[in-house]
């Protein structure tokens, strides 16, 4: 049942709300209670439900539950206030670790480092994030909590999908954690599998399999409220759409998630949403309207927001350059590299790298322009990115005709 969102609300909604504030049995469900409410997008009333255990748990003296609600609104300023969060949040975090260390709190040490793990993604350090992932994993296994070990299980996933390890090592994990969900039965894990085995197969232009693994995905969370995962998993939809070259379609699915996050306050997710919107438009030669979401992309970033950083300044870069702005926009797409070059996303830094390439093509500087491109081609082929390869190569041909 905690896998369904709306289930655990209603059960433990009842239960928390008929038996007195300090009844250990009212404490104990709270925690779900807020998490069920922040997967579902309800990031207010998951923020009481929080401000509601610390209370309760500090007046009977339970320093551990205390600290879980600690976590648990952490892990809503990561969503809400991305900038805040990865300002402080990694020393609250460290502290709660030392804390659960003591009290020898096997979950609360899970959900800490899933967090952890979070915070080092956001910032482009995947390597480590990686790390911290699988510490979330075997913590939450020694926990014995399903539900945890397969959130951890699906953050696993999409941080090695984002990270330096190749598509084909990628898959494995992902299938592996599809079979892992099965058993369990927790079907959020399931919904991550899919969305990560569709982004890579688009990835390969095998269409076929995306689509299928995107409708697999649909069809679990098909009458759910969890929105929050499906405000944030339009952009799986949007890259296969692209990959498939419905940019309409693309630019639907990821307008509705935009809203959707908009409604429920998730501004670290919008900007990603608004930063895959904007190339979109940049794809339909919607200059304006490319570069009025790169604006929104900018807003809504933490400085620390290391993907979102780099891509808004990419593609603005190529509009400007496109309305023949070309200092201005070559400035904006070298930082992009720069700041791309920093994380270990090799993909990001290839994409970097093949827009910069665009800019000096535009400025009729070829020749620099290859020398771009043939760096990107390496990081593509590191990847295991075929599509991002023949975007590069189609380039290239331009770039020495």
């Known amino acids: 049942m905690r896998g369904d969102a709306r289930l655990v609300q209603a059960w433990l909604g009842r239960a928390t709300r008929l038996l007195p504030a300090d009844h250990p049995e009212r404490l104990a469900a709270l925690p779900a209670l807020a998490e069920a409410q922040q997967a579902s997008g309800r990031l207010a009333e998951a923020t009481t439900a929080y401000q509601e255990l610390a209370r309760s748990a500090t007046a009977v003296g339970n320093e551990s539950l205390a600290l879980h609600a600690t976590i648990g609104r952490l892990g809503i300023t990561a969503l809400y206030d991305p900038r805040q969060f ?210 929104t992309c900018e807003r809504l970033a933490a400085p620390d927001q290391a993907d979102a950083q780099v891509k808004w300044r990419s593609i603005r870069a190529i509009a400007m350059a496109r309305r023949g702005e070309p200092g201005e926009a070559e400035r904006l797409a070298r930082e992009a590299v720069q700041l791309a070059g920093k994380t270990d996303q090799l993909e990001s830094w290839a994409d970097a790298r093949v827009d910069l390439a665009e800019v000096l093509l535009l400025g009729g500087r070829s020749r620099e322009a290859s020398r771009e491109l043939d760096r990107a081609i390496i990081l593509y082929q590191e990847k295991g990115s075929e599509v991002g390869q023949r975007r590069a190569q189609r380039l290239l041909a331009r770039a020495r005709a």
């Open 86 to 295: 990865l300002r402080e949040g990694r020393d609250e975090v460290e502290l709660a670790i030392a804390a659960f260390e003591r009290l020898g709190d096997r979950l609360g040490l899970a959900k800490s480092w899933h967090l952890l793990a979070h915070l080092n993604w956001t910032r482009g350090r995947l390597t480590q994030a990686v790390a911290d992932a699988e510490r979330a994993v075997t913590l939450a296994r020694e926990a014995a909590d399903p539900y945890w070990e397969a959130n951890a299980t699906g953050l696993h996933c999409l941080i090695l999908y984002w990270g330096p390890l190749p598509l084909d090592a990628v898959e494995l994990r992902s299938r592996e954690a599809l079979a892992e969900a099965e058993r369990s039965g927790v079907p959020s894990l399931a919904v991550t599998a899919h969305r990560v085995l569709a982004r890579i197969a688009a990835q390969r232009n095998e269409l076929d399999e995306a689509e299928g693994h995107l409708d697999a995905a649909d069809a679990i969370t098909e009458g759910q409220i969890e929105s929050l995962i499906q405000g944030t998993d339009c952009i799986s939809r949007a890259l296969f759409e692209v990959a498939a070259g419905d940019l309409a379609a693309a630019e639907e699915h990821l307008r509705k998630g935009y809203q959707q996050l908009e409604e429920m306050g998730g501004n670290g997710p919008r900007a990603n949403v608004a930063a895959m919107l904007a190339r979109v438009r940049l794809l339909q030669d919607q200059l304006d309207d490319a570069e009025e979401l790169t604006r």
